[in-house]
T-cell receptor, first 116, second 113 residues
Framework: GAVVSQHPSRVICKSGTSVKIECRSL??????MFWYRQFPKQSLMLMAT?????????EQGVEKDKFLINHASLTLSTLTVTSAHPEDSSFYIC????????????FGNGTRLTVT | DAKTTQPPSMDCAEGRAANLPCNHS???????VYWYRQIHSQGPQYIIH?????ETNEMASLIITEDRKSSTLILPHATLRDTAVYYC??????????????WGLGTSLAVNP
């Protein structure tokens, strides 16, 4: 149980275009999902917390107008990278938890974004 | 900053037990210890977690010291597919859905044939 699905797994886009990444909790409901970014040989960095039915909470230094988050249902959160630039090329990962006390976060398989 | 410290790398022979240490000397009473691993170019995979007692599941065992300031993840019979970066994280169990995980650099485990 507790499966998180992320799509697409890999995307290449041109500079200036926008890319949408989907994160779904397949067998549980998640009022909160988390979006991370990971650069090569570095650890995961939390970008934002996605809250169902309300605005996302962004970490310091993350531009909310560039990384649009929509958590429209209890099983789906989307991250849109707007006007992508080559420096946005990274590995984006989402996570969610069923929410019981102590229950672990479960992660999607990540999206490799390459901006050319 | 991460609340845990781990050795940057370890080696293990295939078929032997891999013992990965983690120091979390500032852990508070509500915080669980979680272990994840990340195989190259994949999302992190949950392994095991615990609060006070030692835990075991089909993947690994978790040994937590009595003072809870350190723990050890044990992979009883390491295989080549266990080669990955292993992360030890402490997090407040009572934060519920708003729980954030702060990631360090983990331990890069190489299982050798």
């Amino acid at each position: 149980g507790a499966v998180v699905s992320q799509h697409p797994s890999r995307v290449i886009c041109k500079s200036g275009t926008s890319v949408k990444i989907e994160c779904r909790s397949l067998d549980f409901q998640a009022t909160t999902m988390f979006w991370y970014r990971q650069f090569p040989k570095q650890s995961l960095m939390l970008m934002a917390t996605s809250n169902e039915g309300s605005k996302a909470t962004y970490e310091q230094g993350v531009e909310k107008d560039k990384f649009l988050i929509n958590h429209a249902s209890l099983t789906l959160s989307t991250l849109t990278v707007t006007s992508a630039h080559p420096e946005d090329s990274s590995f984006y990962i989402c996570s969610a938890t069923p929410g019981q006390v102590g229950s672990p976060l479960h992660f999607g398989n990540g999206t490799r974004l390459t901006v050319t | 900053d991460a609340k845990t410290t781990q050795p940057p790398s370890m080696d293990c022979a295939e078929g032997r037990a891999a013992n990965l240490p983690c120091n979390h000397s500032t852990i508070s009473g509500n915080e669980y210890v979680y272990w994840y691993r990340q195989i190259h170019s994949q999302g992190p995979q949950y392994i095991i977690h615990g609060l006070k007692n030692n835990e075991t599941n089909e993947m690994a065992s978790l040994i937590i010291t009595e003072d809870r300031k350190s723990s050890t993840l044990i992979l009883p019979h390491a295989t080549l597919r266990d080669t990955a970066v292993y992360y030890c994280i402490v997090s407040d169990a009572n934060a519920g859905n708003n729980r954030k995980l702060i990631w360090g650099l983990g331990t890069s485990l190489a299982v050798n044939p």
